[in-house]
Structures are given as C-alpha cells and as structure tokens.
T-cell receptor
Framework: NAGVMQNPRHLVRRRGQEARLRCSPMKGHSHVYWYRQLPEEGLKFMVYLQKENIIDESGMPKERFSAEFPKEGPSILRIQQVVRGDSAAYFC??????????????FGPGTRLTVL | AQSVTQLGSHVSVSEGALVLLRCNYSSSVPPYLFWYVQYPNQGLQLLLKYTTGATLVKGINGFEAEFKKSETSFHLTKPSAHMSDAAEYFCAVNKAAGNKLTFGGGTRVLVKP
C-alpha cells in the first residue's frame, strides 16, 4: 500500500507565476489536509477536504490560494501570482473515514516551493 | 482554540543519555495528542499518539510519552539517545477524529557522540 504521494517534490517559480501542488492520498483514504511549513517554523494547517467538498479552510490565506479534491484524481493546492513569502514546504496528509480511534493523519514527503 | 507549546527549539544530548522533549497544550475539550518526527527534507512520521485509556504511551524507536491532564503536558522521552535520533520533533493536538492538527514549533535534537 503506497503512502501519501506528493508531486513535484521541488518546485521553483518566479514571482507572479502560478504553482500547482498535487497530493494523492493513501488508498482508501477520503480525507485530505494541507499544511504549510515556513522556514524554521512548525506546520500550520491550511485546509481540510473530503471528496468534492471543502470542510475547513480556516487556515487558507484569503487571496491567491485555493484547493480542491475532485471525485477523480489527486488533491490540488493552487497558488496564483506567487510571492517570495510563499516559499515554504507544503505537506499533504490523508486519513481514513472516521472510524472511532482511527484519526491518524499520514503525511506525504512534501513539496518544497521556492519563489525567485 | 487549541495551542501547543514546545519548550526549547533546540536540544543537544550525548549519545546514550536521556532524551526529554517538553510539550504543553491547551484545549477546551479532551484532546488527542501526537508526537511526530521529521528527518531532513522528509515528511512527518508518527512516533506515538494518545487518544484515550492508558496515559503512558509507547511508540516506535524506543520513545514514550505520558499524558498528564493536571499539567496539560505530553512530554516525550527516550532513555538512551542514538545518533539516528537526530531530527526535528513536533508535538501536535486535535480535538477529534477527522480534525485539523495544531502543531508546536518543533524541537530540533542534536545527538553528540
């Protein structure tokens, strides 16, 4: 059973370009979470999605950032018109449907975004 | 609102010595608590978790943590450090299954030979 997959692992963009980060959850997992880790900081929650639904986007910046988890295919975190402050590691995590104690989130290897 | 505080952003221990990483949390409801480890340029790996039941939790790689409700703490320990324990460690909390994790700022562990 493959783990959470993220691609690309490294992404370089110039200011003003768009960044698209992809996350494929573990097989059987229907919940996806995105977190951002700024340099020298802990992870900060961005958004929680289930298939075709955004459940909690309280950590998403109000502008330029969007996320989706379509019925088919990976979850996408999209950053429009990137700025240098968007440089960070972006981690995706997935978890299975709620079943009592099973609330562990499994993390992918992350995408490291560098904005020039 | 939940919050997590990890005391000490950097900890240096000698190989074979005790590792103690401190974590305090605030939560309005009984929390679920986690410790994750992150090796350089990698994702997070779960070390251990507390949900309900026994307050002393054993995890992988010889780590354990104790949930102390009266102290709102969930400190991580390992009796004898190994060079391979050099990494960054994050304490995290959430309120319920399927909920977002709130992370502490992390503690970077350096192991000296």
């Amino acid at each position: 059973n493959a783990g959470v997959m993220q691609n690309p692992r490294h992404l370089v963009r110039r200011r003003g370009q768009e960044a698209r980060l992809r996350c494929s959850p573990m097989k059987g997992h229907s919940h996806v979470y995105w977190y951002r880790q700024l340099p020298e900081e802990g992870l900060k929650f961005m958004v929680y999605l289930q298939k075709e639904n955004i459940i909690d986007e309280s950590g998403m910046p109000k502008e330029r950032f969007s996320a989706e988890f379509p019925k088919e295919g990976p979850s996408i975190l999209r950053i429009q018109q990137v700025v240098r402050g968007d440089s960070a590691a972006y981690f995706c995590a997935s978890s299975p449907p709620r079943t009592g104690d099973l609330n562990e989130q499994f993390f992918g290897p992350g995408t490291r975004l560098t904005v020039l | 609102a939940q919050s997590v505080t990890q005391l000490g952003s950097h900890v240096s221990v000698s190989e074979g010595a005790l590792v103690l990483l401190r974590c305090n949390y605030s939560s309005s409801v009984p929390p679920y608590l986690f410790w994750y480890v992150q090796y350089p340029n990698q994702g997070l790996q779960l070390l251990l978790k507390y949900t309900t039941g026994a307050t002393l939790v054993k995890g992988i790689n010889g780590f354990e943590a104790e949930f102390k409700k009266s102290e709102t703490s969930f400190h991580l320990t390992k009796p004898s450090a190994h060079m391979s324990d050099a990494a960054e460690y994050f304490c995290a909390v959430n309120k319920a299954a399927g909920n977002k994790l709130t992370f502490g700022g992390g503690t970077r562990v350096l192991v000296k030979p």
